[in-house]
Every structure is written in structure tokens, then in C-alpha cells.
């Protein structure tokens, strides 16, 4: 379930709506059924950002072509709830909450429920609990099928998600289908109410609606499967290529990783090739259209580049440094850089492609584009659900958390690196000799233990204790440390899921998997090797290092 937060967030998410004077058709029973004749949604209010003007929505037509301006996007195979709020005669558009429909319909019910409990329970937790609910099933026809047939084929998912509603005392007031350019409404008070062929969509971009929100700024992207693409891996006949090269540098490149002079080596060679990619295509003369953007930016990367990148970033702390790049001009470059490489994880190396979809999500999420933040978050826990910073940043995001916080531990660490460089440029100069600490390092003194992201964004009073479950503390970390025994002959590996060791990645190793396998499929002969917990003691300062484990806040289909 991916919930766009009524209170925080970008304009395309954030508290974009209001309502004032809507009535419900009836008297309403405890599953939110009308229980009487009424009439549609009387009246409903649209307050744009930074605008002392309202549009009234009248109509389910109205309410139908407002979903994507309420979204940022327009919605595929999804259900969708949005939660309305009574502020003092005057309301607003809550909460949203998107899941995809259930193939199976034996899931429906336990998906409705999901869904209603998930964003009632989630805007208590954020200020106050709805009044009333408006409900969106958004499917298109399948081949032979017409819009009439989708929406009788999904009347009981409909009847689901009201009678779910109605059992958390939240009347479901519209039920809206949405199915090839035109809507039918699940909420008529009689038999021919609305045409049974439906009533057809408005042209995008014609509505009042479509014209305030273009003024008030608010973009409204395409649908979620055409931001995906830009991120999935290639099928072309140079994905073949690609795949060769991946093996060739991963036989030379992953030996040195696993030695602690060669780490630190390819972690100063993989920052550094990466700044001069994102600078060359800073450099590039702009293209218009997102696929001509994308074609240029990977005409600019070479195979043994991207090869690099992809393996060297699968260590934790280069992959912490490369985060670093998340705002000011640094920003679009790093995120254009992160998506082509997440590109270039083909064949076997889907899995490899978590750490790249983690910072597509992460320098997103910083920039404002909580909806790309919230695919590729959902992505890279789809090529490894065990990659925890993505795991913190997905749920963080779904949380509506302010991402400041993280921000915030990286720029400390920035700084503490580059005084520390200077420090020891100073003492050569003045002892003629000095030991440098590695860049990137932060030392802890004593027992003391570093305070991660998780528990910054906790203590801060951002957390969830409802939905999250706390960081380890010292104790546990270093019970753990002390139980990371041998390993199985052949398959090293970094750390285990609680605790991770200096210089590595939260997730398992892996190296070139053995035939027959598929993208982010588990692999059971050998993983990206790492050196075991006993062999390197557990890195410490690095900004992602412990994370508050996911909630049900996941983008899909249960």
C-alpha cells in the first residue's frame, strides 16, 4: 500500500484539497451501504496551493478527473481511497492510499481491509480521523472486455471496500469506476440514476480542475508503469554486451573489495569515476521528452564504466558517500546517473540493482518527488527485500517523514570527512609525516556507538511506534558481532540482516550467479562476496547503518 500523506509532501501530494458541503445520498448503514434514495456528492472543494480561490467539484464527473491531480498520476489497476476531513464547516481531501487490485478475488477482502485500516489508523496517527471516504477502482478493459464489464466484474471489491470503511465508522459517500475513458458510480440511489454504458471522461487538461492545478504548479505525470520503465533493466541486444562486461570486471573488481587496501581503493576510484559522469552529463546540451533523455544519458556512460559503478556502489559506505549527492546542483546529475545504472543491472545482475534503485529513491525523495522516491523504493526491495536502507527510506517516505533528518547525517558526515582530511593535511605539513585516516571513516571512540538515520529520525520525533519497529541497541549489535561465526566454504558474505560490518552492505553478497537463474531471484551458489563480521569489525558512523524495519506501508498487489 503506498500512502500519499495528507501533511507532508510535494504539491502533487501534499494537502491539496478540501471540501466543503458535500452530503452523503441517504442514510447509511454500518457497511457504508445506502440505506435510502439521495443524491451524489452535492458539493466538493479543491484549494490549490498557495490560492485564496476553491473549485467546487459537483459531480462524480468532477471527482472522477480530479484522482490524478490528488495523486500527482494517473492510476493503473489500482484501488485507491481518499480520506475526507470536516474542518470547521469547511474540509479538506485528506489522506490517499493506492493498492493494486488483487488478480485473484479471493484477496479482495483482505485487500479492502488493508487499505481502509491502513489510511484510517494512518490519519488518526497524523491529526485526525476522517469523516468520510471517497473510494476509486481504476482498471482497463482487458482485450474483448468493455468498461460496463470491468465495473460489474468489480461491483464486490467495491462492496468490500465500503463495508471495511463502514465497520471503522467511515462512510464510503462515493464509489467511483474508472475503466476505458469513462466512470460509473457504485453509489447511485436508483435504478437508472446513471447510464448504464457510463458517462464518458473529460479530455485531460480541459477541466477547471486541470487549469488551477496547472497554475497553482502541480504536475500530474503519466502512469506509474512508464515511470517504472525508466528504471527497469534493458532488453536490448546490449544488455548481452553489458552482461559480458559485468562478468569480466566483477572477476577483477570483487577480490579487491574483499581485501581491506583494495576496499578502500575502489571506494576512492568508484566516487571519483562517478563525479566525473555526473559532470559529463551535466555538461550535455538538454533534450526534450524523458525517453530522448534517457537514450542520451546512456550514450554518455560506457560498459566498463557502468561496471564499475554497479559493483563498486554495492559497498555500503561508498554507496552511503554517493548519497551525499542529494541536493543543490549535485542533485539531477546523481539521479541521472543512478537511474542509467540501474539500466544497466541486466540479466543475473537484477539483484544488484537494490543499491541503485536505493539512491534513485533516495535523491528523489530529497529533491520532492515522493512518487518516483516511492517506485524505486518499492523496486529495490523488489530485487532484494532484505536491502534495508531502502526498507527505512520506503517506509519513511510512506510515513510522510521529513527527509531533512537524513540529510542532515549526511552533510555531518561530508564535513566530518573533509575537516579530517584537512586535519591530516595539516599535521604532514607541520610533522612531515602523518598518518592519514581513511576518507570516508568516522571514528568512535570507546564504547560509544554512532546514533544511525533510524534513530536520528526517531528521536527527532519523526518515528512511528506503531508501525516501526525500534533499531537494535549497542547490546544487541555486539551480541551479534560476537555470534558471527565461520561462514560456508565458497559463499562469503558481509553481514547478516541485524548488524552490519565495517565497509559493507546490509543485504547479502553475491557474485556471478550460476546459470539458469533470473533478476533478482535468490541464488544459493555464492553471492557478492564479503568479508565475514569476525574478519572486518563493524564499520561505524555510516549514515544508514540500522534501520527501522518496514511496516505494510508496500507498493503492489497483496
Not at 544497466?344 to 525523495?365: D, Q
Request: with cysteine; charged share 25%; net charge negative.
Amino acid at each position: 500500500m503506498t500512502n500519499h500523506s495528507e501533511t507532508t509532501g510535494s504539491a502533487g501530494n501534499g494537502d491539496i484539497g478540501g471540501r466543503d458541503g458535500y452530503k452523503a445520498h441517504g442514510a447509511r448503514d454500518s457497511g457504508g451501504g445506502s440505506t435510502g434514495a439521495g443524491e451524489h456528492v452535492e458539493c466538493v472543494t479543491y484549494d490549490a496551493h498557495g490560492s485564496d480561490h476553491q473549485i467546487t467539484l459537483r459531480t462524480p464527473g468532477e471527482l472522477a478527473d480530479a484522482l490524478p491531480y490528488l495523486l500527482g498520476y494517473r492510476p493503473e489497476d489500482s484501488i485507491v481511497l481518499v480520506a475526507l476531513h470536516d474542518r470547521g464547516g469547511r474540509g479538506r481531501f485528506g489522506g490517499r492510499a493506492r493498492l493494486g487490485i488483487p488478480t485473484n478475488e479471493d484477496d479482495w477482502e483482505s485487500a479492502a481491509r488493508q487499505l481502509a485500516h491502513g489510511l484510517i489508523t494512518g490519519s488518526e496517527r497524523r491529526g485526525g480521523k476522517p469523516e468520510q471516504m471517497v473510494a476509486y477502482l481504476c482498471q482497463e478493459p482487458a482485450q474483448g472486455e468493455s468498461g460496463q464489464q470491468v465495473m460489474q466484474r468489480l461491483a464486490d471489491l467495491a462492496g468490500q471496500l465500503r463495508r471495511e470503511c463502514g465497520r471503522l465508522d467511515v462512510p464510503v459517500i462515493e464509489a467511483l469506476c474508472i475503466s476505458g475513458g469513462r466512470f460509473w458510480s457504485y453509489c447511485c440511489p436508483s435504478e437508472g440514476c446513471c447510464p448504464v454504458e457510463g458517462v464518458p471522461m473529460g479530455l485531460p487538461g480541459t477541466s477547471v480542475l486541470a487549469a488551477a492545478a496547472t497554475y497553482a504548479g502541480l504536475q500530474v505525470r503519466g502512469t506509474l508503469r512508464e515511470l517504472r520503465a525508466r528504471l527497469q533493466p534493458w532488453e536490448t541486444a546490449a544488455a548481452l554486451e553489458q552482461e559480458i562486461v559485468l562478468d569480466t570486471a566483477s572477476m577483477a573488481q570483487v577480490p579487491r573489495m574483499l581485501d581491506e587496501a583494495g576496499r578502500l581503493a575502489v571506494a576512492e576510484e568508484t566516487v571519483e569515476l562517478a563525479g566525473r559522469i555526473m559532470t559529463r552529463l551535466a555538461e550535455a546540451p538538454p533534450v526534450s521528452g524523458t525517453l530522448q533523455a534517457d537514450l542520451r544519458d546512456d550514450e554518455l556512460l560506457g560498459h566498463e564504466e557502468a561496471a564499475t559503478l554497479i559493483l563498486g556502489l554495492q559497498d555500503r559506505t561508498t554507496r552511503d558517500r554517493a548519497a551525499e549527492w542529494m541536493e543543490g546542483a549535485e542533485a539531477g546529475p546523481a539521479l541521472r546517473l543512478w537511474r542509467a545504472l540501474a539500466r544497466r543491472c541486466v540479466g543475473p545482475y537484477g539483484e544488484h540493482a537494490a543499491a541503485l534503485l536505493t539512491l534513485v529513491g533516495w535523491v528523489a525523495w530529497s529533491a520532492g518527488d515522493e512518487i518516483e522516491a516511492r517506485e524505486a523504493l518499492a523496486m529495490a526491495l523488489g530485487a532484494d527485500p532484505d536491502y534495508l536502507f531502502a526498507r527505512l527510506l520506503h517506509q519513511a517516505c510512506n510515513e510522510g517523514l521529513d527527509p531533512e533528518s537524513i540529510r542532515s547525517c549526511l552533510r555531518t558526515e561530508r564535513e566530518a570527512r573533509k575537516e579530517r582530511a584537512r586535519t591530516a593535511e595539516g599535521e604532514t605539513n607541520s610533522a612531515g609525516e602523518a598518518e592519514v585516516p581513511p576518507r570516508g571513516r568516522t571514528e568512535v571512540t570507546g564504547d560509544q556507538e554512532p546514533q544511525t538515520v533510524a534513530q536520528q529520525v526517531v528521536s527527532r520525533g519523526h518515528g512511528d511506534a506503531e508501525t516501526s519497529s525500534p533499531a537494535p541497541d549497542a547490546a544487541s549489535r555486539r551480541r551479534r558481532r560476537a555470534r558471527g561465526g565461520s561462514r560456508p566454504e565458497g559463499r562469503p558474505h558481509l553481514a547478516e540482516a541485524g548488524g552490519r560490518p565495517f565497509g559493507t552492505d546490509e543485504s547479502r553478497g553475491r557474485t556471478r550467479p550460476t546459470a539458469g537463474t533470473h533478476p533478482g531471484a535468490r541464488r544459493a551458489g555464492g553471492t557478492r562476496p564479503r568479508p565475514s563480521e569476525r574478519e572486518n569489525p563493524r564499520r561505524s558512523g555510516s549514515c544508514s547503518d540500522g534501520v527501522v524495519s518496514g511496516g505494510d506501508d508496500t507498493e503492489g498487489t497483496p
